[in-house]
């Protein structure tokens, strides 16, 4: 992975006054172009063979311009180009799952966030160990799928959309179900209700939720829609189903906007406030945004069974302001805030601290 | 159908610069009057017996006067105060219903949009035929009940508001529940997560998300929420209610605010493109907002179901802007587009474009 | 339960160009606190041991200054202070709940509402009375459990968050679940799809929505989100979920946002009217905001299970506006409202109208 000296020299040619930001013309870069055009930076959209059409249709949130790739494996071309052009990366679920891991990781350009976060939460061993040394509360893993008890998840690894999960109830389900070449985890099926909290960590804001350096924001929630587990109650119970041959999918085709009850707050942000805690003394620290994805029991518990070190899909609901972010700055959407926080270290001579 | 010189005559005589717009007080007419407002129009409400109460209670959606009528059978005999007053009407799927097809075919007072698309639209057949001819990928059909081989949807004509359909799993189920008086179709039932995508298609804008003549807009998105199909699972399985003889039902209550994952924008603004481009075609061209009732499955794959050929209530959501709306203008409604696209009109001398 | 004429004497000596509101910090308060900044006035967090941390996160909806409570039953205790700063309370379902209706009722700070609704309110054979004689269709109540004859809710008396409920399909799943040491109802099981529908009545406002005295508002809805029971389809029925000893429960863990058709609006607000004129009546009025619980039947019936006198938690959807209020006015959020009508209570001499 390309070091944090690396990417300093390259700053060093930088002007800061003149900053871009870049990214991959899919998952959540309308609302990340359209963040930083409200901040008044540069935008430059990196897609395949030719500029995304869509965008004539969102004047607002169209990037100032394109650099067209073959292949997402081009990328590392056109470092030099960035580079030229004062770019600073945002990453997000796409462009890391496109490019790959190793090469996103040797990317010679300046990139938002911390890259070290990678190796941690790409690998669910290691997630779970950031996590649960946190202190947080994830489902159970069972090792064994002869321990399978009560109903269980079945995860591949690697961020895949939500493909390839499965339910298991018994041992049974799970060998007829398993693909035998492929890492799996199994963990504990929590029954209760789906939260995906959008979180926000700046280590160079001064005010605001304090943690032991720089602050804490949570700027807004959804449910992500899982097809087809989602609808398919409409037809029958998954039970009833699998005679058919229908079995239930978790593929992610978009999201609805929710809260929290209030009293969780506390609950939500100690969550958000222990995983960068423990981040910080594990890899030098998340930086900018990240999704915890949980679980509401009728406890009211809240159970983690997976993280997001970067900006997710779904706070593209909130492109003008969320339930919460509305608290924060009439309007604010996450992609604004990244290009708030690139603005924030340029004008402090800190963008070392949040760039990698 | 009145023909599109007769409007022209109609409209020479208006006064271009004294515009108002009409609807009938149901479905979206909040949001249409509330738009008209924003952009300056003014507003006319045709209402029954006496004005609805509740638009004291919304004075910036509630409109400048009222025309009463005791019927909506006696829209025809508002004609006259209706261009007497300029006024252009904004059909929505409860004008028609309520009115007709045939009598709102016939209303001698410009209207917004495409008259022509009402034939094909309201029979299901003629709406299979230009969706698949534009490359739809629609629900099989099953022209034969004895062919059911999977669950299908059967539906009968005409708009109802999702009342009357009904699942089948096979032809003993079909044949229990059918009522041998109505036309109905058979749909193969779509396992997947349901999106009413909103476009808007105007023949005079010329930048923006080009067509082969004027510009696509998608404004939001929403779920139906359906009684009592959205909730009857927290009872139980559709098998096991049967026996107690609660049978799903599909009636729309409202809607629900979601968003699709970035990376379906590309296939949603080419079923936006492909429809509009046949329609183009086949009758002259629809005008203005339209609905794709679609299913996305776990293959990312999109079917479309219906089309609505004017504004839904879907987009009541969003009288202020929507996650996708902002893109192109802050705070930005379906309604409020309607009336942008009107003095649009007028200012370029192409009211007769727009209207019908 | 403190008189309002102990309450009068108490607003003798504010000086109403320097009022606060004070609440309870949790449930709805950070959309009163945000909402009464808008306006202008100062506000006050109750809070236990210390300030919640979370509103570091949140610098709008962050109250001026907070008092500190060892316990919600300390809250007495703190009544001069409150009344030193001219506080007025705001109370929400949690305030309530955390000091006790008793406590309640006798603290003597200006409050804003009627606190003679918590009777009526609290006890669900009284709470059906009023409702019902307001001409207000509710689920049927089995008053012998040996005449349940199919779905019924059975809620233990008080609220508890959705804690407790249980449905019962028969006679002999009542029995096997019932707690006889509490007090219950049996409702039948209304089938179709929940509506909170938030309502605000004022005795003050002369425009919009009249009723016999003063004028009703339609703010917003939301969707409860109740776990497990909104998720625990995924898993399997209910029945079958049963035999794994997973049984639904309906704990509230947040909203979700949603509209309901315009063409419900009309018996919407009639339900809303005959509420608070039968409230009137038995006691003096509701004041400020309401919410009516419901189900949407398939026959478009709207059935009311219950109701909430006071701020409901789901307007924390809305702090920025909603699609309802933002036809009253831009950016309306129910805790703004709240401080508006204070201001305007003050301005007419009208506080007692609206205090109690």
Same mark, same amino acid.
């Given at each position: 992975m390309i070091t944090k000296e690396q990417i300093s020299d390259i700053l060093q040619n930088y002007d800061i006054n003149n900053l871009a930001i870049a990214t991959v013309c899919s998952h959540s870069s309308l609302q990340i172009f359209h963040g930083a055009r409200k901040e008044g930076l540069r935008t430059i959209g990196i897609c395949l063979k030719s500029p995304p059409r869509f965008y004539d249709a969102f004047p607002k949130a169209k990037p100032d311009e394109f650099i067209v790739v073959d292949s997402y494996k081009d990328i590392p071309n056109i470092v030099d180009e960035l580079v030229a052009k004062n770019a600073i990366v945002i990453p997000h679920g796409s462009f890391v799952e496109y490019m790959g891991t190793d090469d996103f990781g040797e990317l010679a350009v300046p990139t938002f966030? @911390?890259?070290?976060?990678l190796e941690w939460e790409s690998d669910r061993d290691m997630e779970r160990k950031w996590l649960e040394s946190a202190g947080i509360h994830m489902p159970n893993e069972i090792l064994d799928p002869k321990d399978i008890k009560g109903p269980v998840m079945v995860k591949y690894h690697g961020a895949k959309g939500g493909r390839g999960f499965f339910v298991a109830k018994n041992y049974e389900d799970f060998k007829e179900n398993i693909d035998p070449n492929e890492k799996y985890s199994i963990q504990e099926f929590i029954v209760g209700t789906r939260y995906y909290l959008h979180f926000f960590y700046s280590p160079i804001r001064t005010e605001g939720y304090q943690l032991s350096t720089g602050t804490l924001e949570m700027h807004s929630m959804d449910r992500r829609v899982e097809s087809n587990a989602d609808e398919i109650f409409r037809l029958g119970s998954p039970r009833e189903l699998e005679s058919a041959g229908i079995l239930p999918t978790y593929v992610v085709t978009g999201n609805v906007p929710l809260i929290a009850r209030e009293s969780l707050l506390p609950l939500i942000f100690s969550l958000g406030e222990r995983v960068v805690e423990e981040s910080l003394g594990i890899f030098g620290g998340m930086i900018g945004p990240f999704c915890l994805e949980t679980v509401v029991t009728d406890d009211l518990e809240i159970k983690v069974f997976e993280i997001s070190a970067r900006i997710v899909a779904g706070t593209n609901l909130y492109p003008s302001g969320s339930p919460y972010s509305d608290y924060i #700055? #009439? @309007?604010?959407s996450t992609g604004q805030r990244i290009a708030q926080e690139i603005k924030l270290g340029a004008s402090l001579g800190q963008l070392d601290k949040i760039l990698s």
């Open positions: 966030g @911390n890259r070290a976060v #700055e #009439e @309007n604010l």
